[in-house]
């Protein structure tokens, strides 16, 4: 076993395909962007044009270039069945496991369902902003649904970058830490309506069956047209059936959500499957004020849909339920897309069969719904519109990124096209690589230097926190490590 590789399961990375519904403006062209900083980009085409989208790309992509390779040849259990209990820090896994991103490019699917942070710095009122908040914060989980690959493990001194001009955002990231692993990430919106920022190191422990993945670090979101900031921790994912049978995801544990400057806060209860699966992929809670008055109800499904409801019409109807008196009974989400089954008919008996889709409540109020993926999602490791374009490489723009961005990673790269004796070697490589590296920072008594964040409190909840330095975007990367 090779000690000095993490195990990160792919359940602790967010986000699926833009959002539709009354409230959606994924698609919508964002309008008055300018920087937040005086950072300036080395994007420039003739005249001193900006190209229109992310990192110069014009149009992107909606296919990987290669398909997903089987792992039926492949057996977890061989590595595994040593690990009962334990927490799973230095543990090799075959590529197979894997699927064609760094952890880094994972986080970055939290920004998919960026609108709803555009849409909360747009409201007036403090109820509606925690609404598209806690809309956000559960939407942020919602690509992991099937997405049972492995990332790959960043490398120290690893960045992602991704510029979305036309989703009114940036973001980096940099693995700051490898051992504990930590990955630290900072998003702006480009018409300076809010800042996204937080530091992720998940614990992960394998229990016989099942490889469960504890949340450990503070998300922070800040609306500066309003002054307020929004924290939270995401819930706990465990990933199923990774001896043998389908594997299938479940996400549980309470999300609270406090705004800062009110005391206003969102109770979300991410539900366990419970017996027979009844409670699977559901999501109920509510927004209280600071004297813990509930304001409002919100209830749904994290791989569906949100929706919300004031408490009296809440609380009539549920009186109506009991007493079997339906006047206005309660009609299926009928939305673009049902829920899928998440059992074929001859897998592992203790795989839950996914139960009726999200029952509206009359009266109730649309705050998210997932899209459908792309036709071709199952040979694309079950990725996203969004995840799709996230290792997108055109000619000309390694001339714009760090060496250290994701997208230049040879394993990564080999595994994309298909290539996986070549990403296999390339993994190997960079693994021997980064300890040779650690080896030599021991021997000249020398300590690794962050490039883009520093350690320090968040300013909100005075927890540790790595913080951003600023100046990524004067793209002044003369001094950054040769890790590939």
Same mark, same amino acid.
């Given at each position: ?14 986000? +699926? ?7 959606s403006e994924a698609n919508q062209k964002i309008t008055g962007m300018i920087d937040l900083d005086t950072s300036k980009s080395t994007r420039s085409g003739k005249s001193g044009e900006r190209p229109s989208q992310e990192n110069g790309i014009q149009? #992107?992509?909606?296919?990987?270039? &290669? ?67 806690? &809309? ?50 900072? +998003? ?35 609306? !500066? ?49 419970? !017996?027979?699966?009844?409670? !699977? #992929?559901?999501?109920?809670? #509510? ?38 008196? #339906? ?150 990367? +003369? ?6």
């Amino acid at each position: 076993m090779n000690g000095e590789e993490e195990f990160f399961d792919a359940v602790t990375g967010f986000d +699926s395909d833009n959002s539709s519904g009354e409230f959606s403006e994924a698609n919508q062209k964002i309008t008055g962007m300018i920087d937040l900083d005086t950072s300036k980009s080395t994007r420039s085409g003739k005249s001193g044009e900006r190209p229109s989208q992310e990192n110069g790309i014009q149009k #992107h992509r909606t296919a990987l270039p &290669a398909p997903m390779f089987t792992r039926s040849d492949f057996s977890v259990w061989s590595i595994l069945k040593k690990c009962i209990g334990l927490e799973l820090s230095k543990i090799t896994m075959p590529i197979a496991f894997n699927e064609p991103l760094s952890f880094l490019q994972r986080i970055t699917e939290y920004m998919e369902h960026v609108f709803l942070i555009h849409r909360a710095s747009r409201q007036a009122q403090p109820l509606e902003r925690m609404q598209s908040v806690a &809309a956000f914060a559960v939407s942020a989980v919602a690509s992991q649904w099937e997405r049972t690959g492995k990332p790959f493990n960043p490398l120290l001194g690893e960045t992602y970058e991704l510029v979305r001009e036309d989703l009114g955002f940036r973001f980096i990231s940099e693995q700051v830490s490898h051992h504990p692993p930590i990955s630290a990430f900072y +998003s702006e919106g480009l018409s300076q309506d809010f800042v996204f920022h937080g530091s992720i190191y998940p614990k992960l422990k394998f229990w016989g069956k099942s490889v469960e993945a504890e949340p450990r670090g503070t998300i922070t979101l800040e609306l !500066l047209k309003h002054n307020e900031a929004y924290t939270w921790t995401n819930p706990t994912c465990c990933v199923h059936n990774v001896i043998i049978g389908k594997l299938w995801i479940e996400q549980y544990g309470v999300v609270e959500i406090l705004n800062h400057r009110t005391g206003d806060k969102c109770v979300l209860h991410f539900k366990p499957c419970g !017996l027979f699966g009844k409670e !699977l #992929h559901r999501v109920e809670g #509510h927004i209280q004020d600071k004297n813990k008055k509930k304001l409002f109800i919100i209830y749904g499904k994290w791989t569906e849909c949100l929706w919300g409801i004031e408490p009296a019409s809440y609380e009539s109807f549920k009186k109506q339920e009991k007493r079997g008196d #339906h006047p206005r009974k309660a009609k299926l989400d009928d939305g673009p897309e049902k829920a899928d089954s998440d059992v074929a008919g001859d897998v592992a008996d203790d795989v839950p069969v996914a139960q009726e889709t999200v029952h509206v409540i009359p009266g109730s109020k649309l705050l998210w719904r997932i899209n459908s993926r792309p036709p071709n999602s199952a040979q694309m490791y079950n990725f996203t519109s969004f995840t799709v374009s996230l290792n997108e490489l055109e000619s000309g723009m390694e001339k714009t990124l760090p060496p250290t961005d994701c997208r230049l990673r040879p394993d990564i790269r080999g595994m994309e096209n298909g290539n996986m004796d070549l990403a296999s070697q390339e993994k190997e490589r960079l693994e021997e690589k980064q300890r040779e590296a650690r080896r030599e920072r021991a021997k000249e008594e020398t300590e690794w230097r962050t490039r883009w964040f520093y350690p320090g409190d968040n300013p909100y909840t005075g927890t540790p926190d790595w913080l951003y330095a600023g100046d990524y975007f004067e793209r002044n990367f +003369s001094d950054c490590p040769d890790i590939y």
